[in-house]
Protein backbone atom coordinates (compact mmCIF):
# COMPACT_ATOMS: atom_id res chain seq x y z
CA UNK A 1 0.00 0.00 0.00
CA UNK A 2 2.68 2.48 0.96
CA UNK A 3 4.60 1.69 -2.41
CA UNK A 4 1.79 2.06 -4.53
CA UNK A 5 1.03 5.54 -2.08
CA UNK A 6 4.71 6.42 -3.14
CA UNK A 7 4.56 6.18 -6.69
CA UNK A 8 0.98 8.12 -6.62
CA UNK A 9 2.76 10.77 -5.10
CA UNK A 10 5.90 10.67 -7.88
CA UNK A 11 3.20 10.33 -10.54
CA UNK A 12 1.74 13.53 -9.47
CA UNK A 13 4.65 15.43 -8.40
CA UNK A 14 6.32 14.74 -12.15
CA UNK A 15 3.07 16.45 -13.91
CA UNK A 16 3.45 19.55 -11.60
CA UNK A 17 7.08 19.74 -12.65
CA UNK A 18 6.00 19.54 -16.34
CA UNK A 19 3.33 21.47 -16.55
CA UNK A 20 4.26 24.79 -16.24
CA UNK A 21 6.66 23.80 -19.27
CA UNK A 22 3.89 22.75 -21.15
CA UNK A 23 1.92 25.57 -20.40
CA UNK A 24 4.84 28.18 -21.60
CA UNK A 25 5.82 25.94 -24.82
CA UNK A 26 1.84 26.30 -25.85
CA UNK A 27 1.63 29.94 -25.03
CA UNK A 28 4.98 30.85 -27.05
CA UNK A 29 4.29 28.60 -30.08
CA UNK A 30 2.77 30.40 -33.13
CA UNK A 31 -0.81 30.11 -34.05
CA UNK A 32 -0.92 26.93 -36.70
CA UNK A 33 -3.27 28.84 -38.96
CA UNK A 34 -1.98 32.63 -39.79
CA UNK A 35 -3.93 33.05 -42.85
CA UNK A 36 -7.73 32.87 -39.87
CA UNK A 37 -8.02 35.50 -37.69
CA UNK A 38 -10.99 33.73 -35.86
CA UNK A 39 -8.79 30.30 -35.85
CA UNK A 40 -5.36 32.45 -34.08
CA UNK A 41 -7.89 33.51 -31.61
CA UNK A 42 -9.83 30.48 -31.17
CA UNK A 43 -6.51 28.71 -30.47
CA UNK A 44 -5.22 31.55 -28.72
CA UNK A 45 -7.80 32.60 -26.60
CA UNK A 46 -5.85 35.04 -24.03
CA UNK A 47 -4.64 36.84 -27.50
CA UNK A 48 -8.68 37.62 -28.34
CA UNK A 49 -9.23 39.53 -24.84
CA UNK A 50 -5.33 41.15 -24.96
CA UNK A 51 -6.02 42.15 -28.46
CA UNK A 52 -9.88 43.60 -27.38
CA UNK A 53 -8.17 45.47 -24.49
CA UNK A 54 -6.13 47.28 -26.96
CA UNK A 55 -9.01 48.07 -29.05
CA UNK A 56 -10.94 49.96 -26.18
CA UNK A 57 -7.53 51.07 -24.87
CA UNK A 58 -6.01 53.41 -27.36
CA UNK A 59 -9.26 52.90 -29.99
CA UNK A 60 -7.32 50.53 -32.95
CA UNK A 61 -9.03 48.15 -34.69
CA UNK A 62 -8.20 44.40 -34.02
CA UNK A 63 -7.41 43.29 -37.42
CA UNK A 64 -4.92 46.44 -37.96
CA UNK A 65 -2.27 45.70 -35.56
CA UNK A 66 -2.68 41.91 -36.27
CA UNK A 67 -1.77 41.68 -39.92
CA UNK A 68 0.73 44.29 -39.07
CA UNK A 69 2.35 42.22 -36.53
CA UNK A 70 2.21 39.01 -38.61
CA UNK A 71 4.17 40.97 -41.54
CA UNK A 72 6.62 41.90 -38.51
CA UNK A 73 7.29 38.43 -36.65
CA UNK A 74 4.69 35.46 -38.06
CA UNK A 75 3.61 35.85 -34.39
CA UNK A 76 6.87 34.54 -33.29
CA UNK A 77 7.76 35.81 -29.57
CA UNK A 78 10.99 35.71 -30.29
CA UNK A 79 11.58 36.84 -33.40
CA UNK A 80 15.08 38.78 -34.60
CA UNK A 81 16.11 41.08 -37.88
CA UNK A 82 18.50 39.37 -39.98
CA UNK A 83 22.01 39.26 -39.06
CA UNK A 84 24.50 42.04 -40.14
CA UNK A 85 27.73 40.85 -41.31
CA UNK A 86 31.49 42.39 -42.00
CA UNK A 87 33.97 42.21 -44.21
CA UNK A 88 32.72 41.43 -47.97
CA UNK A 89 29.88 39.57 -45.53
CA UNK A 90 32.07 36.76 -44.19
CA UNK A 91 31.46 37.62 -40.20
CA UNK A 92 28.42 38.31 -39.03
CA UNK A 93 28.25 41.00 -36.52
CA UNK A 94 25.18 41.45 -34.23
CA UNK A 95 21.77 42.52 -35.78
CA UNK A 96 20.73 44.70 -38.77
CA UNK A 97 18.87 46.25 -35.84
CA UNK A 98 17.60 46.01 -32.16
CA UNK A 99 14.06 44.77 -33.25
CA UNK A 100 12.69 41.81 -31.21
CA UNK A 101 9.27 40.27 -30.57
CA UNK A 102 5.92 40.17 -31.31
CA UNK A 103 5.59 43.70 -32.68
CA UNK A 104 9.61 43.96 -33.67
CA UNK A 105 9.78 46.99 -31.90
CA UNK A 106 13.26 48.68 -31.41
CA UNK A 107 14.65 49.10 -28.10
CA UNK A 108 14.39 53.32 -28.45
CA UNK A 109 10.83 53.03 -29.07
CA UNK A 110 9.83 50.48 -26.50
CA UNK A 111 11.67 52.85 -24.11
CA UNK A 112 9.21 55.87 -24.98
CA UNK A 113 6.81 53.22 -25.04
CA UNK A 114 7.20 52.38 -21.41
CA UNK A 115 8.30 55.57 -20.62
CA UNK A 116 4.77 56.94 -21.30
CA UNK A 117 2.60 54.34 -20.61
CA UNK A 118 3.99 53.52 -17.16
CA UNK A 119 3.79 49.67 -17.95
CA UNK A 120 7.56 48.92 -16.64
CA UNK A 121 6.95 45.81 -16.90
CA UNK A 122 6.52 45.15 -20.34
CA UNK A 123 8.32 42.86 -22.53
CA UNK A 124 8.73 42.44 -25.92
CA UNK A 125 8.26 38.76 -26.33
CA UNK A 126 4.84 39.06 -24.06
CA UNK A 127 2.01 39.10 -26.93
CA UNK A 128 -0.52 41.01 -24.60
CA UNK A 129 2.45 44.12 -24.06
CA UNK A 130 3.27 43.70 -28.00
CA UNK A 131 -0.42 44.31 -28.71
CA UNK A 132 -0.53 47.33 -26.63
CA UNK A 133 2.72 48.57 -27.63
CA UNK A 134 1.21 48.73 -31.43
CA UNK A 135 -2.24 50.18 -30.31
CA UNK A 136 0.23 52.80 -28.75
CA UNK A 137 2.19 53.51 -31.64
CA UNK A 138 -1.21 53.18 -34.57
CA UNK A 139 -2.74 56.22 -32.23
CA UNK A 140 0.53 58.23 -32.32
CA UNK A 141 0.59 57.93 -35.94
CA UNK A 142 -2.68 59.02 -35.80
CA UNK A 143 -2.21 62.07 -33.85
CA UNK A 144 1.23 63.08 -35.13
CA UNK A 145 0.68 62.51 -38.94
CA UNK A 146 -3.27 62.16 -39.14
CA UNK A 147 -3.44 58.75 -40.55
CA UNK A 148 -6.39 56.76 -40.11
CA UNK A 149 -6.25 54.26 -37.24
CA UNK A 150 -8.04 52.20 -39.87
CA UNK A 151 -5.52 52.43 -42.54
CA UNK A 152 -3.11 49.75 -42.24
CA UNK A 153 -1.27 51.06 -45.40
CA UNK A 154 -0.41 53.86 -44.13
CA UNK A 155 0.05 52.93 -40.76
CA UNK A 156 2.49 50.21 -41.78
CA UNK A 157 4.79 52.65 -43.70
CA UNK A 158 4.95 54.68 -40.41
CA UNK A 159 5.77 51.74 -37.98
CA UNK A 160 8.63 50.73 -40.79
CA UNK A 161 9.90 54.30 -41.48
CA UNK A 162 8.86 56.03 -38.19
CA UNK A 163 6.69 58.82 -38.04
CA UNK A 164 9.71 61.53 -39.35
CA UNK A 165 10.79 58.90 -42.38
CA UNK A 166 7.00 59.27 -43.37
CA UNK A 167 6.92 62.52 -43.75
CA UNK A 168 9.64 62.79 -45.52
CA UNK A 169 8.23 60.33 -47.57
CA UNK A 170 11.49 57.83 -47.62
CA UNK A 171 9.10 54.36 -48.53
CA UNK A 172 9.00 56.24 -52.27
CA UNK A 173 12.34 55.18 -52.73
CA UNK A 174 11.33 51.61 -51.39
CA UNK A 175 9.58 49.81 -53.72
CA UNK A 176 9.80 46.24 -52.24
CA UNK A 177 8.09 48.53 -48.48
CA UNK A 178 5.43 49.32 -50.69
CA UNK A 179 4.45 46.16 -51.96
CA UNK A 180 4.36 44.92 -48.61
CA UNK A 181 2.01 48.09 -46.99
CA UNK A 182 -0.41 47.11 -49.66
CA UNK A 183 -0.05 43.35 -48.70
CA UNK A 184 -0.34 44.02 -44.60
CA UNK A 185 -3.45 46.03 -46.18
CA UNK A 186 -4.58 42.87 -47.79
CA UNK A 187 -4.22 41.07 -44.93
CA UNK A 188 -5.83 43.39 -42.18
CA UNK A 189 -9.53 43.73 -43.98
CA UNK A 190 -9.59 39.62 -44.53
CA UNK A 191 -8.68 39.71 -40.68
CA UNK A 192 -11.43 42.03 -40.75
CA UNK A 193 -13.98 40.09 -42.43
CA UNK A 194 -13.23 37.22 -40.55
CA UNK A 195 -13.19 38.94 -37.46
CA UNK A 196 -16.69 39.57 -38.01
CA UNK A 197 -17.85 36.28 -38.04
CA UNK A 198 -16.73 34.85 -34.75
CA UNK A 199 -16.38 37.94 -32.88
CA UNK A 200 -19.64 37.28 -30.93
CA UNK A 201 -18.48 34.20 -29.71
CA UNK A 202 -15.08 35.00 -28.92
CA UNK A 203 -16.83 37.57 -26.46
CA UNK A 204 -18.58 35.00 -24.60
CA UNK A 205 -17.13 34.52 -21.13
CA UNK A 206 -15.29 30.76 -20.69
CA UNK A 207 -18.71 29.59 -18.01
CA UNK A 208 -21.03 30.40 -21.48
CA UNK A 209 -18.36 28.58 -24.03
CA UNK A 210 -19.51 24.76 -21.29
CA UNK A 211 -23.06 24.84 -22.46
CA UNK A 212 -22.54 26.05 -26.45
Not at 36 to 52: S, T
Amino acid sequence: MYKKFKNICIFFSGLLVMLPLFLVGCATTPPQDTSNLCEIFYEKEDWYDAAADMRDKWGVPIHVPMAMMYQESSFRHDALPPRDYILFGLIPWGRVSSAYGYSQAKTPTWSDYIRETGNSGADRDDFEDAIDFMGWFISKTHSLNGISKWDANAQYLNYHEGWGGYRRKTYLRKGWLVDVAKRVKSRSLRYASQLKTCEEDLQKSWFWKLFD
